[in-house]
């Protein structure tokens, strides 16, 4: 089977697997596990900020920081299509009782315009915005890398009303493989950076909330263990992400480049529109138009040919490279593409 329908779907690799095997352990609730420990050395220096979290899960990273950043009431400034407004269960209402201010980017990215028009006037009738959260990569802008000049524009409106940033991060490490800048160079603007090793990293579970603010971690710490994500001998996870930090990070091209190469195949098939242009890391999104079946009937048929993508509504469609998935693999979900999906 050749799953594409995500980058979390990866398994660790034998190498991880024995790393994670002889990993030191102790108990990280009170700070003794050697190997959590190096692992947020290691991330927090990556992104050169001062301290890093290890948390179980992306989603957790996130409400971390906006629980930490925020009080109830408050308000959070959001992409509208962000992982914060459409996966995370409504985490932000229910936990940190703050409202989310959605605004429409293209292909996920904001602009400083609207993002200056969202921020709220200070007088008392008004709600107050306690936040901004960019997201990059953007997961269903299809895999798209946040320019860093829009962010530096945001960074600079932020400063003005003195409002902190939170960059969700997942997929962080896919903008830096494919732009080659300095991790810290898109760090460098937000206050706290959640990041993923469980997407296209490869690690079976972990992320880490990083973040130079003393205050803000010990904060997240707290609300991490109210949140049920304070481990024990969470080294050998940690074990893992180390692993996968110092071998899976320049790999990501690899993805980049099968992303490209799917998006030319799928581009050849008439009954999908797609613009090739707009695939700048792992993620493909396409449209099928097909008179004869429902997405569930499209996506069973590729099943039965042997290749796995997710529905994500209407007429669209996204496939995910990833780890595990070869160059001789895509070839083959091409023509599995081609076969199905000719009408
Ligand atoms: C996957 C993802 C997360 C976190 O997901 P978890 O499944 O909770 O680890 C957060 N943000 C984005 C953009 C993601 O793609």
Redesign the pocket.
């Known amino acids: 089977m050749i799953d594409l329908r995500?980058d979390?779907v990866t398994v660790p690799t034998d190498g991880m697997r024995k790393a994670m095997a002889r990993a030191e352990v102790g108990d990280d609730v009170y700070g003794e596990d050697p190997t959590v420990n190096r692992l947020q050395e290691m991330a927090a220096a990556l992104l050169s900020k001062r301290f890093a979290l290890f948390v179980?899960?992306?989603?957790?990273?996130?409400q971390l920081a906006i629980r930490s950043h925020t009080q109830p009431g408050q308000e959070v400034i959001v992409e509208s299509k962000?992982?914060?407004v459409r996966?995370?269960q409504g985490a932000a209402g229910a936990l940190a009782g703050v409202q989310l201010h959605w605004v429409p980017g293209e292909r996920g990215i904001m602009s400083a315009e609207q993002v200056e028009a969202a921020i709220r006037p200070t007088d008392p009738h008004s709600i107050s915005t306690a936040l901004i959260c960019l997201?990059n990569?953007?997961?269903?802008g299809g895999g798209t890398i946040y320019p860093l000049a829009t962010i530096e524009k945001i960074r600079a409106l932020a400063a003005k009303h003195n409002i902190p940033m939170h960059l969700?991060g997942?997929?962080l490490m896919n903008a830096v493989a494919a732009t080659t800048l300095p991790p810290a160079s898109y760090a460098q603007h937000f206050e706290t950076v959640?990041l993923?090793l469980?997407?296209g990293l490869g690690a079976p579970v972990g992320?880490l909330l990083i973040s130079s603010d003393r205050q803000i971690i010990d904060r997240a710490r707290r609300f991490r263990r109210m949140y049920g994500g304070a481990m024990r001998q969470a080294g050998i996870l940690a074990a893992a992400g180390i692993y996968a930090l110092e071998h899976h990070v320049a790999r990501l091209t690899d993805d980049h480049s099968h992303a490209k190469k799917l998006a030319r195949l799928l581009q050849q098939i008439p009954s999908v529109q797609i613009a090739p242009q707009h695939v700048e890391t792992n993620i493909v999104i396409f449209d099928v138009t097909d008179q004869r079946r429902t997405p569930a009937e499209i996506v069973a048929a590729l099943k039965e040919q042997g290749v796995l993508i997710n529905p994500i509504g209407g007429l669209s469609y996204r496939a995910v490279t990833h780890l595990n998935v070869s160059a001789k693999q895509i070839d083959e979900a091409g023509a599995v593409f081609m076969r199905v999906l000719t009408p």
Request: glycine share 4%.
């Open positions: 995500s979390t179980p899960s992306g989603t957790m990273a996130n962000s992982h914060i996966y995370e997201e990569t953007h997961n269903a969700d997942a997929r959640s993923c469980s997407k992320s």
